[in-house]
């Protein structure tokens, strides 16, 4: 079956309305491209507008392809016709449908706006973290800075601290009780809350 505007049989070169002595195929192309965006340029952008929901950049893209298309199939064109314009809707209207069908197997593309709030690992927020707690810590008194020490930074136990410490082990009970009351307290006052 043929398209609209075509005869359905090779027509052995476009009968090109050009008047004149026929060109070398090479600026006959040439020449009909040009012929073809001067005459039906504006209808088709016209359509391709009503195609896209009044995209212009996409109906714009639509008129380019629907143009090449038209120059490869210009030995099929018949020229006859009173007008190439149903034969360019035609292939206007798959050129959208073919990028409607296309966009809707693809993953949704998204912008960057998500991006900018997904946390980066660029590692200040665990140095600023880290500047916070040791100012808290040089807030608090020697003892109970050196309790922490010993059983939160170097993971030791309550009696290992006593050992290391030279102080019984109720001692370092209640130490590490009354440092975590007093850094938690430190920690507020710098705006850091746990």
Known sequence: MAAPGTTGRPAGGLRSPIRGPRPAPAADGERLAAEL?????????????????GDRQWAEDVVQETMIRAWR?????DARSASLMPWLATAARRIVIDRRRYRDVR???????PLENVPTADGLDGLLHKVVVA??????????????????LRDRTVNQAADVLAVPVGTVKSRVYY????LRAALEERGVTA
Do not use: C, K, M, N
């Not at 440092?179 to 007093?182: K, S």
């Open 37 to 53: 965006y001067r005459e039906y340029q504006r209808p088709l952008l016209a359509f391709a507008l009503r195609l896209t929901g």
């Open 73 to 77: 199939s210009r030995d099929r064109l």
């Open 107 to 113: 993953p949704p593309e998204v912008g960057d706006g």
């Open 135 to 152: 100012d808290a810590l040089s807030a608090l008194s020697p003892a109970h800075r050196r309790v922490l020490t010993e059983t939160v």
């Open 179 to 182: 440092a975590l009351r007093a």
